[in-house]
C-alpha cells in the first residue's frame, strides 16, 4: 500500500492561531506577576536575608551572614523535619489508595450521577479546614462510639503496639495527626486523578481484556500508566502542604507529633527568634523542592518504560 | 491466563441479548465457518455490533450458547477467550509505540518469541519501519493497521472487525477493503466484520448476513444478496431497487409468472416468485433497466423528469403515468442521452425481475446510514 | 454465593461510596453538634438537642465580627485576585510573548509552596517595610496566593475557546474592545466565576499564612476558631460552620444547574 495515501487519511490538525501583540500581553500580565513578585518572590529574598541576621527584638538585628544558624537549626530540628516528610508521605500513599477508587468511580462508572458526586468530593472545602480538623475531635473523642468500636475490636491495641498511639484511645497520636492530614488533603488528591481518569478511553480497558489481559494486568498495563499524570499531580498536591501544615499536628496530636510548620510558627510568633525561625523556612522549602524534584524525575522516567 | 486453543466453526444458538427497555438482539442462530470473511451488514442499531461484543466477551448475553468447534465459550470472559477484535476507534495504547501494542497480546499468553512474532505481523501490514514510534505520531491509516496486526498476530480462532474501516476517508478505504482481503487470505483465519457499509461488506466478504432490528433478515453470499433480495429491507439497504406493486394474474408458462402492474402486463422468472402470493412488490435494479426496447419483453412508457451524469453512468429518472418516478442508471457506453421531458420507453428481461410479499413496506431499509 | 458475587461486582462502587463518607461525615458531625448543649465549655460529646445556638449564631463574643472580617477579606481578595488573574489567563492563553515560561512558572511556585514559608518570608518582608500587621497585611497575602489559583482556573476555560470565535467577531466588524467584551468574556465567564469561587473559598478558610499577619485588632474568622480551639469551641462556630457549607453547597449547584441549562439550550 502506497505510504502517501495512508497519510492522506489524516486531516492536519486545527492550528491555534494566536494574535500577536506587542504590548497587549505585557499590559495584561504586569500588575498580576507584579504582585508575585513583590509579594512572593521579595519575600524569599527578605525571608533568606533575615536566616542570616543576628540580634533580637528589641534591640533590632544586623546582618552578619553567619551560615551556621543554619547547622544548628537542623541539629535542633531534625527530629520534626523527618516526621513532618514522614508524616506528609504516609498521609499522602493513604490518600492516593482511599481516593483512586473514588475517582476511578467518578471518572468510569458514575454515568449521570458524575456531577453530584463531584460536588460531594468538594463541598468538604465549604467548611472551615480548622472546623473539620475539631470535627475529627467529636468523631475520635475517648468516649465517643468510634473509639468503643476500636477498643472492643483490638484496633486500638494493636495502633498501641506498632506504636501508633500511646494509650487504648485514638486521640493525640500519630495515628490521629496522620488520619487528619489524609482526611483534609484528600479532595486535592481525588481531582487530579479524576481529571486524568475521566479522559482514559475505557475502550483501551475493553482492548487490553481482548487481548488476553486479566483485569488486573488490564489495570496494571494500561489503566495506572494512563492515570500517572494525575497521580503525579495528586501525590504532589497532597504531599507539599501536608508537609508545612500544623494545624492536625497542633489539634490531634500531642507533644511528641509536633511538626515543622508548628516549630516554625511558634519560633516566629511567640520565641521570636526571627533568624533561626527563618532558616527553619528555607530548609523546609529546599527539603521540599529537593523531594518534589526527585520525585517528579522519577515518575516521569518510570512511564516511559 | 492461557487461552485454550480451540478451532471450527463459530456456532451461535439462540443468543439474545435484552436491554432494560429494549431487545437488542432476538434469539439468533448463526454457523460461521472456520476461515471465512463473513460480514454483519446493517444499518446503526440494527444489533450487529451488540452480537460481535457477544462473541468477544464484552457483554454478556442474555441467553443462547457460543461455540467456537466443540468447546463452549459463553461463560468464558473476554480474556480468557481466543477471539481479537479490531476496533471501531483502534483503542491503541497511547503510552506504548507500535511494537509494544502489537506484543501485547503476545505477552499476556507469556509467549517467548513475542517480538519475533510482532515485527512480522508488522511487516505483514507493511508498517516494519515504525515499529518504535507511537500511535498518536501515525496516520489514520496506519493506526488502522497497527490494530490489525495487533489482533491478527495472537493468530485468533475468530478475527472481530468492528466498523474498522470507517474513520478512513473513502479513498484509502477502498484500498484497505483490498489489503484486509489479502491479510485474510494470507493468515486464513475466521474474519467476522461488521459493517453499515453495503458496497464494503460485499466487496470483502464470503458471506454476508443482513440485519434489521435485531434479527438476520437474509443470509448469503453477495451476489445472491444482491440479485434475489428476501425482503424489501435488504432490497433497498443493498443497493436502490425499483418497487411496483403487482397483482399475479395466472399461473407460470414457460417458467415465468404473468404479472399486471396499472394494467399493464408483465413476466417474473417463476423462480423469483415468493410462494403462492396475489399481490407482490415486482422490483428491478436501476442498471437492470434498459432505455428503449432492447432490455426484454417488459415494456413500460414513461415522461424522463431527471438526467444526472455521474461519470461511467447517467441516471434517469423516468415518470410513470401513475406518478411514480423509475431510476434507470445507463453506462456511459456512446449510445445517445435522453433529455428531461422526452418521452421513453423502458424495458427488462422477466430473469431480472424479482418478486417480495406485499405486505412488507416498500421503502424499508432506504436511505439508512446513505 | 448469590449475595458474594453481588458484593464482588460492585465493591468498587462500595469501596467509592465508603470514600465519599468518610470526606463528608465531618461536615455531618459538624452540623449535628450545631444542636448540642455541651457540658462544659468543650462541644467534644453530645449531651442534649438544643437550638440556642441556632437562635443567636452571634451568642458568642467576638464571633460575629471575626466573620465580618473575613467576609470583607474574602470578598476583595477574590475580587482583586480574580481581576489580576484573569488578566494573566488571557495574556497566557491568547497572546504570543516572550517570557511564557518564567510566568508560568512564577504562577505556578506559589503553589507549590508550603503555606508556612510563604507565611513567614512575608512577615519578614513586612518587618523590613515596616508595614503593620492588621488586615491590609493579610488583604495582600490573601490576593498573592489567590492569583495563581484564578490563573489556572481560567486558563482551563480559555483554553477549551475556539480562537476562531474571536476571528470570526473581528470579521464581523467588531473592535477588540468590543470583541474583548461581547465574544471572550461571556465565553470565558464559567472558567471566571470558578476562579473567583475558589479564591474566595480559600481566602476565607485561611489560617496559617493570616496568622503570620495578624495583628490582635485583626481576629478572621478561622483565628477565632483557632483561638476558640485552645479554651473550648463555642456552638455557634458549628452554627456558623454549616450555614457557610449549605450556602456554598446550594451556589455550586445551582451554578451547575445554570450551566447545564446553558448547555442545552446551545
Known amino acids: 500500500m502506497a505510504e502517501g495515501a495512508a497519510v492522506v487519511g489524516t486531516g492536519a490538525p486545527v492550528r491555534k492561531p ?33 536566616s542570616l541576621q543576628e540580634g533580637n527584638i528589641d534591640d533590632g538585628y544586623v546582618f552578619t551572614g553567619n551560615v551556621s544558624i543554619y547547622a544548628d537549626a537542623v541539629q535542633r530540628y531534625w527530629p520534626h523535619l523527618v516526621r513532618s516528610i514522614g508524616y506528609a508521605a504516609t498521609a499522602t500513599v493513604l490518600a492516593l489508595v482511599l481516593g483512586y ?16 458526586l463531584l460536588i460531594l468530593v468538594i463541598a468538604p472545602f465549604f467548611t472551615s479546614f480548622l472546623i473539620r480538623t475539631l470535627a475529627w475531635r467529636n468523631i475520635l473523642s475517648d468516649d465517643g462510639p468510634v473509639v468503643a468500636f476500636a477498643q472492643s475490636t483490638g484496633f486500638t491495641s494493636l495502633l498501641q503496639a506498632v506504636g501508633l498511639t500511646s494509650n487504648d484511645t485514638l486521640l493525640a497520636s500519630k495515628f490521629a495527626v496522620i488520619c487528619g492530614l489524609t482526611y483534609n488533603f484528600l479532595p486535592f488528591m481525588i481531582l487530579p486523578l479524576y481529571a486524568s481518569l475521566e479522559r482514559l478511553d475505557p475502550r483501551l480497558v475493553e482492548a487490553a481484556g481482548d487481548l488476553y489481559a486479566s483485569p488486573r494486568e488490564a489495570f496494571r498495563r494500561v489503566t495506572w500508566p494512563l492515570s500517572l499524570p494525575g497521580v503525579v499531580a495528586g501525590t504532589l498536591l497532597t504531599f507539599i502542604p501536608a508537609a508545612g501544615d500544623f494545624i492536625n499536628s497542633r489539634l490531634l496530636g500531642n507533644t511528641e507529633t509536633v511538626m515543622i510548620g508548628q516549630v516554625i510558627d511558634s519560633q516566629f510568633l511567640r520565641v521570636l527568634d526571627y533568624p533561626l525561625a527563618a532558616a527553619l523556612s528555607f530548609i523546609l522549602l529546599t527539603m521540599i523542592v529537593v523531594l518534589v524534584a526527585f520525585y517528579v524525575r522519577k515518575a516521569g522516567t518510570e512511564e516511559l518504560v | 491466563m492461557a487461552a485454550t486453543r480451540t478451532s471450527g466453526d463459530l456456532r451461535l444458538a439462540g443468543l439474545t441479548k435484552e436491554f432494560d427497555t429494549f431487545t437488542a438482539v432476538h434469539p439468533m442462530d448463526l454457523v460461521i465457518p472456520e476461515g471465512s470473511f463473513f460480514a454483519l451488514l446493517g444499518p446503526s442499531g440494527c444489533g450487529k455490533t451488540t452480537t460481535l461484543r457477544m462473541v468477544a466477551g464484552l457483554e454478556q448475553p442474555t441467553a443462547g ?110 484500498q484497505m477493503q483490498i489489503e484486509l482481503k489479502r491479510i485474510q487470505q494470507e493468515v486464513g483465519l475466521t474474519f467476522i466484520h461488521v459493517t453499515h457499509d453495503q458496497e464494503e ?48 394474474t395466472g399461473p407460470a408458462r414457460n417458467g415465468e409468472v404473468p404479472v399486471t402492474a396499472y394494467d399493464t402486463a408483465l413476466t417474473v422468472a417463476a423462480d423469483h416468485v415468493p410462494g403462492d402470493a396475489k399481490e407482490v412488490w415486482l422490483g428491478v435494479r436501476p442498471e437492470k433497466l434498459r432505455m428503449g426496447e432492447h432490455g426484454g419483453p417488459n415494456r413500460l412508457h414513461g415522461t424522463v423528469s431527471d438526467v444526472s451524469f455521474t461519470g461511467v453512468a447517467t441516471q434517469y429518472l423516468v415518470r410513470m403515468p401513475w406518478g411514480k418516478e423509475l431510476t434507470v442508471v445507463q453506462q456511459n457506453d456512446g449510445s445517445g442521452r435522453a433529455r428531461p421531458g422526452e418521452d421513453v420507453t423502458i424495458s427488462w428481461a422477466a430473469e431480472h425481475g424479482f418478486a417480495l410479499d406485499a405486505a412488507q413496506a416498500a421503502d424499508a431499509g432506504v436511505e439508512e446510514e446513505g | 454465593m448469590g449475595v458474594l458475587s453481588w458484593i464482588r461486582r460492585h465493591l468498587l462502587a462500595f469501596a467509592a461510596l465508603a470514600v465519599l463518607a468518610l470526606l463528608l461525615v465531618p461536615n455531618v458531625v459538624v452540623a449535628v453538634f450545631s444542636f448540642n448543649d455541651p457540658v462544659g465549655k468543650f462541644n467534644y460529646n453530645w449531651a442534649k438537642f438544643s437550638t440556642d445556638a441556632w437562635a443567636h449564631p452571634c451568642g458568642s ?34 497572546y504570543q ?79 477588540p474592545a468590543q470583541t474583548f467584551l461581547r465574544v471572550t468574556l461571556p465565553l470565558a465567564a464559567p472558567g471566571i466565576a470558578a476562579g473567583a469561587l475558589l479564591a474566595f473559598s480559600l481566602s476565607f478558610d485561611d489560617y496559617i499564612i493570616t496568622n503570620f499577619n495578624a495583628s490582635p485588632s485583626s481576629i478572621t474568622f478561622p483565628m477565632f476558631v483557632w483561638g476558640a480551639a485552645q479554651r473550648g469551641v463555642p456552638v455557634q462556630v458549628n452554627v456558623i460552620g454549616t450555614v457557610v457549607f449549605l450556602a456554598a453547597l446550594l451556589f455550586v449547584i445551582a451554578g451547575q444547574v445554570l450551566s447545564n441549562r446553558r448547555q442545552r439550550a446551545v
Open chain 3, 97 to 175: 510573548f516572550r517570557g511564557r515560561a518564567a510566568t508560568n512558572l512564577l504562577i505556578f511556585v506559589p503553589m507549590a509552596t508550603p503555606e508556612v514559608v510563604m507565611g513567614s518570608s512575608l512577615l519578614t518582608l513586612f518587618l523590613m517595610l515596616g508595614i503593620p500587621s492588621g488586615a491590609l497585611a493579610i488583604l495582600i497575602a490573601h490576593i498573592m496566593f489567590c492569583v495563581s489559583f484564578v490563573v489556572v482556573a481560567v486558563k482551563a476555560r480559555v483554553a477549551t475557546l475556539d480562537p476562531r470565535l474571536e476571528e470570526a467577531a473581528a470579521d464581523l466588524g467588531a473592535t
Open chain 2, 201 to 248: 461488506a460485499m466487496t470483502m466478504a464470503d458471506t454476508i448476513a443482513v440485519m434489521n432490528a435485531g434479527r438476520i433478515e437474509q443470509l448469503g453470499d453477495p451476489a445472491t444478496l444482491y440479485e434475489h433480495p428476501a425482503s424489501t429491507f435488504v432490497a433497498n439497504f443493498l443497493g436502490q431497487s425499483n418497487l411496483l406493486k403487482v397483482t399475479v
Open chain 3, 61 to 94: 463574643p467576638g464571633i460575629c465580627e471575626s466573620l465580618g472580617l473575613s467576609l470583607r477579606i474574602g470578598v476583595t481578595a477574590s475580587l482583586v485576585a480574580t481581576v489580576l488573574g484573569t488578566m494573566v489567563a488571557l495574556a497566557l492563553g491568547r
Open chain 1, 101 to 116: 477508587p473514588l475517582a476511578y468511580f467518578m471518572a468510569q462508572k458514575a454515568g449521570r450521577w458524575k456531577n453530584i
Open chain 1, 18 to 50: 494566536v494574535r500577536r501583540g506587542r504590548w497587549v500581553p505585557y499590559a495584561l500580565l504586569a500588575p498580576g506577576l507584579l504582585w508575585l513578585v513583590v509579594f512572593f518572590v521579595v519575600p524569599m529574598i527578605t525571608l533568606g536575608s533575615q
Open chain 2, 65 to 174: 450458547r457460543i461455540h467456537i468447534g466443540d468447546t463452549e465459550i459463553t461463560d468464558t470472559k473476554a480474556h480468557q477467550r481466543n477471539v481479537n477484535t479490531v476496533f471501531q476507534s483502534y483503542a491503541l495504547f497511547p503510552h506504548m509505540n507500535v511494537l509494544e501494542n502489537v506484543e501485547f497480546g503476545l505477552r499476556r499468553r507469556g509467549d517467548k518469541n513475542a517480538t519475533v512474532k510482532a515485527k512480522e505481523a508488522l511487516e505483514l501490514v507493511q508498517l516494519g519501519e515504525v515499529a518504535k514510534k507511537k500511535p498518536a505520531q501515525l496516520s489514520g491509516g496506519m493506526q488502522q493497521r497497527v490494530a490489525l496486526a495487533r489482533a491478527v498476530v495472537n493468530r485468533p480462532d475468530v478475527l472481530l472487525l468492528d466498523e474498522p474501516l470507517g474513520a478512513l476517508d473513502l479513498k484509502l478505504r477502498r
